[in-house]
């Protein structure tokens, strides 16, 4: 039976197993006209998509993590620096004139084991400190440096166009765990650490130093939405209108679509008429940038659910 096994493609047990090996074989290396070998390999994961857990497991087959992982791995290199990069909004830096003591609290705060040094402002980026080169003088109870910037190791600078493959090859070869994302105009777009590129892969890492996550959407009454300006339209399309993702603009987030429509940062206050109907009131944010956003129904849709 087991010999009947090899060379059939039907059949259950191990011979159902070693025919499902067998056809992903065939279509790994069968010519396949123009359907590249990234193609075929992602077909082949498709076609195990609605797998039972259960019964993947015990015919030693891909779990369903497994199966995302590879297929996160095969679009990695779609990805470049700035769609990966934490943004500058987020970035957690400290300051050139800092003291010693602000340094040590701010490794205390924020739980990161290294962190950009800037002079005049981010753009001005001098180096980055990492915790290990501040751990042993706290632990020995040694005198601090007078000049603590004789600590700043030098991260890696990659423009935002670089493919994340390439990053993460220059970081394997440079040693370096912190990159720094340069725009069209030398300034900081954002940073990168390598575990932002392996997150991109096996998804998001969640360790003891990180908070709970965040809700970037919580449902008001009479259909309102708070919002954090970060949430990703496609999210806002998925929970709450279709319409609202719909923008001939490149922005991706709730806070980019107010700042279109507005045609500047929108001051907190502001209200904003979308096509749909949807008004996005600005409820929180500074000169710089919105943080958070309130969504109101139209009028007609809250007109119908009173009725």
């Known amino acids: 039976m087991a010999d009947n096994g090899r060379h059939t493609e039907s059949g259950s047990g191990d011979g159902d197993s070693t025919g499902t090996l067998w056809r992903v074989f065939r279509r790994l290396f069968q010519n ?4 590249s070998l ?20 015990a015919r030693g087959d891909l779990s369903s993590i497994e199966r995302q992982m590879l297929r996160n791995l095969l679009h990695f290199s779609e990805h470049d620096a700035d769609d990966i990069a934490v943004p500058r909004s987020e970035i957690v830096a400290i300051p050139a ?19 950009p040094v800037y002079g005049d402002s981010l ?15 706290l632990a020995r109870g040694e005198q601090p440096p007078e000049d603590w910037s004789t600590l700043l190791r030098q991260p890696l600078y990659v423009p935002q166009a ?18 720094v994302v340069i725009d069209e105009y030398s300034g900081t777009d954002g940073i990168i650490t390598i575990e932002d590129l392996v997150e991109e892969i096996v998804g998001n890492i969640e360790d003891e130093h990180d908070d709970a996550p965040e809700e970037l959407l919580i449902s008001q009454e009479n259909g309102i939405w708070d919002a954090d300006a970060r949430v990703e339209l496609d999210d806002v399309a998925e929970r709450i209108d279709p319409r609202l993702a719909e923008v001939e603009e490149a922005v991706d987030t709730l806070g980019g679509l107010a700042f279109v429509l507005a045609g500047q940062v929108p001051a907190v206050g502001t209200v904003l008429e979308h096509d ?5 009131e ?6 710089r940038r919105v943080t958070r956003l309130r969504l109101h129904p139209p009028i007609t849709e809250v007109v119908e659910e009173t009725d």
Not at 162 to 179: E, F, I, N, P, Y
Not at 276 to 280: C, E, K
Request: aromatic share 4%; no cysteine.
């Open 32 to 35: 396949d006209g123009d359907q």
């Open 38 to 57: 990234r193609a075929q390999i992602e077909g082949v994961i498709n076609e195990h998509e609605s797998d039972a857990e259960d019964e993947a497991r």
């Open 282 to 287: 600005v409820t929180d944010g500074d000169e």
């Open 97 to 115: 004139s800092a003291s010693w003591a602000e340094v040590v609290e701010a490794f205390a705060e924020h739980g990161h084991s290294r962190m």
């Open 276 to 280: 749909s109907g949807w008004r996005i």
């Open 123 to 137: 753009d001005a980026i001098k180096g980055m400190i990492h915790i290990k080169d501040v751990f042993p003088i």
């Open 162 to 179: 670089r493919g994340a493959l390439d990053v993460l090859a220059d970081m394997r070869a440079q040693r370096t765990h912190l990159a």
